[in-house]
């Protein structure tokens, strides 16, 4: 995490930049609001501290600017002065948190531990969402593939497992045989020969699936690997994504 501390007084300054490096890491200082705005332009820290009144440029004027570069930055006013209308205005112009000096710094900490359950919340809520997402589309690419294999070869699988990790999608077929392959099974033929005419089968329709999965995902796909059981009747298809 790294934050950014905006204050004119040195003492004050350097006093609490040694503080918080201790406990989070990269703290980046700055005397007044255009070195501040300066720094946040290189830095992108995800928070800013800020005195509300500095030379060449206060703390509101630097933190209009700073929102206009990034909206959601976790803002931590701090100033001498308890005025509402102050207050008022400064909570118009998107800060989180306003804290009367001196600053104590158990409430600092609780103000920048706020904005870090906030992050965790809010990675949590994006991870349950891509989970639900991914699986929806392992769904779509299920009863896709199932028509498909039912229409190409005129029998469909006794199940489909689909699973997709990053950039790679498993596929796999239970029971897509044919009538004319169990046939060639029952009497005893070259299990062999009928792995091999199913791999040709899906290289012939490489493109199709392709096709197919790339309508569902949104991003195109190839073929990695595809292996076929007859013994155990399963049929596997390995594909990656191309990001």
């Known amino acids: 995490m790294k934050i950014l501390y905006v204050e004119d007084e040195s003492e004050a300054r350097e006093a609490l930049s040694k503080y918080l490096k201790r406990r989070f890491g990269k703290i980046f200082t700055a005397a007044d609001g255009l ?26 004027e630097m933190i209009k600017e700073i929102k206009k570069i990034s909206p959601e930055v976790y803002v931590i ?4 002065a308890d005025d509402v209308g102050i207050i008022l205005k400064s909570v118009d112009i998107g800060i989180n948190k306003y804290l009367l000096k001196p600053i104590e710094p158990d409430e600092l ?5 706020e904005y870090l359950d906030n992050v965790a919340q809010k990675q949590k809520s994006e991870e349950v969402f891509e989970a639900e997402k991914r699986k929806q589309l392992e769904d779509r690419i299920k009863k896709e593939f199932t028509s498909f294999l039912k229409a190409a070869t ?25 009538i004319m392959e169990k046939n060639m099974i029952d009497n005893c033929q070259n299990s062999i020969i009928i792995e091999q005419y199913r791999k040709l089968f899906y290289s012939i329709n490489e493109k199709a699936i392709c096709d197919l999965v790339h309508e569902i995902i949104g991003s195109r796909v190839k073929f990695q690997h595809v292996e076929v059981s007859m013994e155990d009747r399963i049929n596997k298809i390995e594909l990656q994504i191309i990001r």
């Open 35 to 60: 070195d501040g705005l300066r720094l946040f332009e290189e830095q992108k820290p995800d928070i800013v501290i800020v005195d509300l009144y500095m030379p060449n440029m206060d703390g509101l």
């Open 154 to 178: 005129g029998k469909g699988p006794s199940g489909v497992f689909v699973f997709i990790d990053y950039d790679k999608i498993e596929i796999k077929a239970f029971d897509a045989i044919t």
């Open 77 to 80: 006013i701090t100033s001498a």
């Open 109 to 113: 900490i609780g103000a920048i531990n």
